[in-house]
């Protein structure tokens, strides 16, 4: 299954907090309440069919299929604007089905909301797109996408078609009046079985790759944090600056004299170090001089260790999103902006990057 981090690379709607929040304000949870997924929670093959409305791309169809193959709903769907294009060519909708279609996208998340179950794992081909359509957001999704792969890039990716017919033997998407969503969600589905029948590795270029890159290479086995970047911008005779309170700087100090010769030389030589490390009193104090930085030195970087809980997570978010602001407004243009949200061994991180640009 994707990860929260995966979801989000892949631009899966999931509900957000702070300024991000409204970005999907008009999106339902599929459950109200969901619980662990296990080896006995049911998977559901999802397909989607989109029409050109005055409003954008809206849905026009939606079919689920069950692990038995079942259909489990299947349904046409009326958007409330005014269609400009069927797309009938790919989804075989056209104007005289929907004349008398009464279901509308509310009647539809009525009916998928009482329809899965709370650990249900959706599964579908590039899944965002119909969750998209939907407006709706699902914590487990299997994307076989992602799952398999030609290229041995992730970001090159099969087409469902393509899978279909060199793993499954089926030739979908073969007619003239469209896509069938039934027929793309049961051969989703048919993937996923199949993969799972199999190993990690089957079907799937990116894993294979990886794993004969170990066979072939020694991995260090010595864990080094914040050293490989610091060692490559003393290499390219860059500058470096490390802020923040006493809880954090007594940390890069040591992960910095463990580095390599080349770097241990530069940080005991009499001129200014390449590395510079600075710790302050306070959270505002390392912002503060975060902003300051960005145009003294080639890679600046603040470290904060934040107490989170339940009872002031909303309101440290938004302080959050209001450091992040002052930051991004410091920044020369071309600059690339980092945000990290470091996990623990039962929680995801979370990273975001943009570029600023002048243009």
Same mark, same amino acid.
């Given at each position: ?170 030739? =979908?998407? +073969? ?9 793309? $969600?049961? /051969?989703? !589905? *048919? %993937? ?94 390392? =912002?503060? +001089? ?9 890679? $600046?970087? /603040?470290? !904060? *260790? %934040? ?53």
């Amino acid at each position: 299954m994707l990860s929260a981090w995966q979801l989000i690379e892949e631009s899966y709607p999931v509900p957000l907090k702070g300024k991000l929040k409204s970005a999907y304000s008009d999106y339902v949870m599929t459950k109200d309440e969901y619980i662990p997924v296990t080896d006995k929670s049911p998977m559901f093959g999802l397909d989607c069919e989109m029409c050109i409305t005055n409003a954008g791309s809206e849905l026009t169809r939606v079919s689920l299929v069950d692990e038995n193959h079942k259909t489990v709903y299947d349904t046409l769907v009326k958007p409330y604007n005014d269609i400009t294009d069927y797309l009938t060519k790919f989804s075989g909708i056209t104007k005289t089905l929907l004349n008398n279609v009464t279901k509308r996208l509310e009647d539809v998340h009525k009916d998928i909301r009482e329809l899965l179950p709370p650990d249900a794992i959706l599964v579908g081909q590039s899944l965002n797109l119909d969750l998209h359509a939907l407006k709706m957001m699902h914590p487990y999704v299997i994307d076989t996408s992602m799952i398999y792969n030609f290229a041995g890039e992730r970001n090159r990716k099969p087409k469902l078609k393509v899978l279909a017919k060199e793993f499954l033997q089926l030739d =979908i998407q +073969s007619g003239k009046k469209g896509h069938c969503p039934v027929e793309d $969600s049961l /051969a989703a !589905l *048919k %993937l996923v079985q199949l993969k799972l029948s199999k190993n990690i590795e089957f079907g799937d270029a990116v894993h294979t790759n990886r794993e004969k890159y170990k066979e072939n290479v020694k991995l260090a086995t010595t864990k080094e944090y914040a050293l490989s970047i610091f060692n490559h911008m003393i290499e390219q005779k860059k500058t470096s600056l490390v802020v923040g309170c006493d809880d954090i700087t007594g940390d890069y100090h040591t992960y910095l004299t463990q580095a390599k010769e080349s770097l241990s030389s530069q940080l005991k030589k009499v001129k200014p170090k390449k590395v510079k490390l600075k710790t302050v009193d306070g959270v505002d104090e390392v =912002i503060s +001089s975060l902003r300051e930085a960005v145009t003294e030195y080639n890679f $600046s970087m /603040a470290h !904060l *260790k %934040l107490d989170i809980n339940n009872d002031n997570e909303d309101k440290q978010m938004e302080v959050i999103d209001e450091w992040i602001e002052i930051i991004w407004n410091s920044l020369p243009p071309s600059a690339l902006y980092a945000v990290v949200f470091g996990g623990t061994t039962s929680d995801n991180g979370l990273a975001m990057i943009k570029i600023k640009s002048n243009l």
